[in-house]
């Protein structure tokens, strides 16, 4: 307290006022944590420093201020200082003649003050003013940390009763109230024991001398004889209660401890088994790498095998592949290459069909085309000969103009012998010579005319039997092209239908796709080449014979190679069982230490089944113990209710008594 003492002091002098010696000398004696001014006489700037001082004091838990004549200024000034003070857990402020003022200051005090548990105001006038009591009251209704109020000689009426009584019904905190030698009354009686029913936590309260009557008061007792039953049954829950949450606690932590040993074990053989599953997975990685390594030879021997593939245009060299390809993939996808197989050798025999008709169709067109030439040298020998009978015609017309002129030059040589042997008759023979070669002239141009007209159809017939060639020629033409169009869109057919037949492994066999586009290059190159030797007309055989050597060459070589695949494929095949084997056992070691794991997991649960049906136990146990307490609550409040009725009968006896008995004073004087 010395440093109280220190403060107190300088306040004073700041102040300009003299520290009360007494004051002084009582705060060298107190003890620490209790500041005891009992029956000291505090004047104004005493109260004023001291008030200032209690808000910043954090060791003061007991404040006694009995008998020491405060002001109404005064206990103002202190109980504002404690309104912010948070360590204070007692005040006594007995008779100190606080009043409407000081309630007031009493009211603000217990609003704002939620540590004080016990306040003492005996020897006080607080009651003789109405409205601040009742403002007093309501503040007390809001506190919930006090424990303890001693209202004696307060002159406390009736009026100042019922507040207290509505006060009390809606706290929840005071369990000990001292209202004796007060003027309560009758009225002020009823009134506190009608509220003792819904308040549950005031198991204390003290009535005496204040002319309530004696049934009334044992009311009030039976009312705290129940709360202070209840109180002990809640104590006794309370340790029962606690009893009970040591023993779950340790209960909890004998489970945890268990619990964290068996984890610590699963941590353990979860180490065990991630190692054993990094070895593994090493292992694995290391068989992983051989197999990529293998995967990789594989993939050559597939891109040779492709390689060696584009030089094939048949669709069986192709499923055989494809066979071949899917069968190194793994036994997994044996029966799917199987079925390939077997549809590929149906697409084989359909494409053999194909190709055998297109090549029925290209020998039929071949035919064809050789009838067209045949037709086309037929029709050259007859315009050749229809030549040579305009030529023969155009012959005969100059050796009948020859004629004529030989005909006209004898006619001329008879004419001059006429003219030398008959000079007589010259003009009957002139007009007989004018006749004639009238007559001649007549005869050569009709046989002119005939003739041209001869000429002018075997022309027309030359002109028809050359458009007649030339459409044949372009009929040859267009049959040849119709030919190469049905080849070419048989094979796009052929080409349309195997895609659409290998369209869900393009993925897998892109490559093979591309070996298959080489091919079909390469058949389109050669079909240009079967095109150019169809211009050529009769170097067809000899190329497609030379084509089918080639083919057969090929595919012996492709027979060999094939071979050459299948041993190593084989022996890769069996490298992958050997492998797998491996990885087999790997696995089973790992099946073992997983049904370790799991029997370890099946142990963790039936302990965590023991547990909790130990720990349901426990709960069966405390829920027995909480029907007790009910029972015996509900025990409690049928006394409690029986009790009820019977004072209810007496206040109805009483009520008769004194509603039959004269007027006379309810109350003594004190």
């Known amino acids: 307290m010395e440093e109280f003492l220190r403060s107190y002091s300088r306040l004073c002098r700041e102040r300009g006022a003299e520290p009360q010696e007494t004051v002084l000398q009582r705060l060298h004696e107190l003890p620490r944590g209790r500041l005891d001014l009992a029956a000291q006489s505090l004047t104004l700037d005493t109260c004023r420093a001291l008030g200032a001082l209690l808000p910043r004091e954090a060791q003061l838990t007991e404040l006694v201020l009995s008998d020491c004549m405060l002001s109404e200024e005064g206990a103002a000034l202190l109980l504002q200082g404690l309104c912010a003070n948070t360590i204070l857990r007692f005040?006594?402020?007995?008779g100190n003649n606080l009043q409407a003022r000081g309630a007031e200051a009493l009211g603000k005090l217990l609003r704002q003050n939620k540590s004080i548990q016990s306040l003492t105001l005996e020897w006080n006038s607080l009651g003789a003013w109405e409205e601040a009591f009742a403002t007093f009251c309501r503040a007390l209704a809001g506190n919930p940390a006090l424990r303890q109020l001693d209202l004696r000689n307060n002159q406390v009426s009736h009026?100042?009763?019922?507040?207290?009584?509505?006060?009390?019904?809606?706290?929840?905190?005071?369990?000990?109230?001292?209202?004796r030698w007060n003027n309560i009354g009758l009225l002020g009686g009823r009134a506190l024991a009608s509220c003792l029913s819904s308040n549950r936590s005031l198991w204390r309260l003290e009535l005496a001398g204040n002319s309530v009557p004696s049934d009334v008061l044992r009311a009030?007792?039976?009312?705290?004889?129940?709360?202070?039953?209840?109180?002990a049954a809640a104590r006794e829950s309370r340790a029962r209660t606690r009893v009970l949450s040591k023993e779950v606690r340790h209960l909890q932590e004998e489970k945890s401890k268990q619990f964290l040993d068996l984890m610590e074990t699963i941590e353990q053989q979860r180490e065990e088994l991630a190692r054993s599953s990094r070895a593994s997975a090493l292992r694995v990685g290391q068989l992983q790498e051989a197999l990529d390594e293998r995967h990789s030879i594989i993939n050559a021997l597939k891109a040779k095998l492709q390689m060696a593939e584009a030089a094939l245009a048949l669709s069986e060299q192709k499923a055989q592949d494809l066979g071949e390809l899917l069968a190194a993939a793994g036994q997994e996808q044996q029966s799917l290459a199987q079925k390939q197989a077997k549809e590929h050798r149906l697409q084989q025999q359909e494409a053999a069909e194909r190709e055998s008709k297109l090549l029925r169709d290209l020998s039929a067109a071949n035919e064809k085309n050789l009838l067209l030439r045949?037709?086309?040298?037929?029709?050259?020998?007859?315009?050749?000969?229809?030549?040579?009978?305009?030529?023969?015609a155009r012959q005969e017309l100059t050796n009948t103009a020859a004629e004529l002129k030989m005909r006209a030059v004898?006619?001329?040589?008879?004419?001059?012998?006429e003219k030398r042997r008959s000079r007589q008759s010259l003009e009957d023979a002139e007009q007989l010579r004018a006749k004639e070669v009238e007559h001649m002239a007549r005869h050569l141009e009709e046989s002119e005319r005939a003739l041209q007209e001869r000429v002018q159809r075997l022309e027309a017939a030359r002109l028809s039997l050359e458009e007649e060639l030339s459409r044949a020629k372009a009929a040859a033409l267009g049959e040849r092209g119709r030919a190469e169009e049905e080849l070419m869109k048989a094979k796009s057919q052929v080409r349309l239908e195997e895609q659409q037949r290998l369209g869900h492994l393009e993925e897998k066999l892109r490559l093979l796709a591309q070996a298959r586009d080489e091919a079909q290059a390469t058949c389109l190159q050669q079909k240009q080449m079967v095109a150019e030797a169809q211009a050529r007309g009769g170097q067809l055989g000899l190329q497609v014979e030379a084509l089918r050597r080639r083919l057969e060459e090929l595919q012996q070589e492709l027979s060999n190679k094939d071979q050459e695949k299948v041993v190593e494929v084989t022996r890769v095949r069996v490298e992958f069982q050997e492998q797998n084997g491996r990885l087999q056992a790997e696995l089973a070691a790992q099946e073992g230490l997983k049904e370790k794991v799991a029997a370890l997991e099946r142990q963790l649960r039936v302990t965590a089944s023991a547990h909790r049906e130990a720990l349901l136990d426990r709960e069966s146990e405390n829920a027995c113990l909480r029907e007790k307490l009910r029972l015996r609550e509900a025990e409690i409040a049928r006394i409690r209710e029986e009790e009820a009725q019977r004072a209810s009968f007496l206040q109805s006896a009483v009520l008769a008594y004194v509603q039959g008995s004269p007027a006379r004073a309810l109350s003594p004087h004190k």
């Open 374 to 392: 045949n037709q086309v040298d037929e029709l050259e020998r007859k315009a050749k000969s229809q030549q040579d009978q305009l030529f023969l």
């Open 220 to 231: 009030v007792e039976q009312a705290m004889e129940h709360s202070q039953d209840r109180k």
């Open 159 to 179: 009026q100042g009763a019922e507040e207290l009584a509505l006060a009390l019904k809606a706290n929840t905190g005071l369990q000990q109230l001292d209202l």
């Open 91 to 94: 005040l006594d402020l007995k």
């Open 410 to 417: 004898q006619a001329e040589e008879r004419l001059d012998l």
